[in-house]
């Protein structure tokens, strides 16, 4: 099984730059870079990139027979943080419109949006681990109504951006089958199955978490995207442990699709987008690293 896993950045097909910029913006993102057709967003440690927009115009969101992204999760430092999120949606007209739902998982509690191009965004904080739910050996996770009114007492401070320490949480995608979804993440890459009961869904993480990757049949997706869909064309991962990431080459470089790049492993996911891998030691986090590393796989990427 993996261990020591860290979400390197995540790239989004976006149609309009700009437009996409003044609604990460508007929630609190920073721009670390930007050398058009190319932003790469952070939070408040403007030295970790977490998002990288690229345009590509005549993009169009995905449609409901399409696999791709369900939502990519930005899980903040803790509650008190989600609470100010909160209230600052709520006041503000442009962003409570693009909000979508309102959750509480058990493990964490969410905030659910959609950008410009129909990608969608969690905003969550973790629940304490010693307060998630397990039962036969997986985590349990529910989809309940957020408690606005009881979150929104834990307000410590007004919202002022992404705080230091904003992560990704966790991915989540639509695929064409829970079986290969499970394959590919499991049997091929070591992640841990932590929830098969969850209707429709199957959950997947490393180091005891409870996701780390989230795969839905939700819609009854049909085919993968075209080209032209907006949605995740990059997702990057690092691996901590030495063992762990030699055994994973030993795996993954014989596969077809597989593209080697110094120090990095590219392959393509069941459901359509590249999936680089790397030791966390080289694994691109900068600003700067992730746009040489762009320009270095921008080749490969559909």
């Not at 509480?104 to 904080?125: C, F, K, M, T, W």
């Not at 869904?201 to 997706?221: M, Q």
Request: include cysteine.
């Amino acid at each position: 099984m993996l261990t020591g896993i860290v979400f390197g950045v995540v790239c989004l097909q976006v149609a309009d730059l700009q437009r996409s910029l003044e609604f990460y913006q508007r929630l609190g993102f920073r721009v670390g870079l930007l050398e058009p057709p190319v932003a790469i967003l952070t939070a408040a440690d403007r030295e970790r990139a977490l998002l990288l927009l690229w345009e590509r115009p005549g993009t169009r969101p995905l449609q409901q027979a399409e696999a791709g992204l369900y939502h990519v999760a930005f899980r903040l430092p803790s509650e008190s943080f989600l609470a100010a999120f909160l209230a600052f949606v709520l006041q503000d007209s442009l962003l409570r419109s693009a909000v979508e739902g309102a959750s509480d998982h058990l493990v964490s509690q969410a905030l659910y949006l959609r950008d410009p191009d129909g990608n969608g965004v969690e905003i969550s904080a973790d629940r304490e681990p010693h307060l998630w739910q397990r039962a036969d050996g997986e985590i349990l996770m529910d989809t309940r109504p957020l408690d606005m009114p009881a979150l929104l007492r834990q307000v410590r401070e007004p919202w002022s951006g992404m705080p230091a320490g904003t992560r990704i949480g966790h991915l989540h995608f639509r695929v064409l089958s829970l079986p290969e979804a499970e394959a590919f993440l499991h049997e091929l890459l070591g992640f841990a199955v932590t929830l098969r009961r969850y209707p429709g869904a199957r959950f997947f993480a490393a180091d005891g978490y409870h996701h780390h990757l989230g795969t839905n049949v939700w819609g009854h997706p049909r085919k993968l995207p075209p080209a032209e869909a907006a949605g995740v064309r990059l997702w990057s991962l690092g691996i901590g442990e030495p063992a762990a990431w030699a055994e994973l080459v030993r795996r993954l470089r014989p596969l077809p699709r597989t593209t080697v790049r110094g120090s990095w492993l590219l392959l393509q996911d069941p459901w359509g987008s590249t999936l680089l891998v790397s030791e966390t030691s080289v694994l691109p986090t900068t600003p700067k690293a992730v746009w040489r590393m762009f320009n270095q796989c921008a080749e490969v990427l559909r």
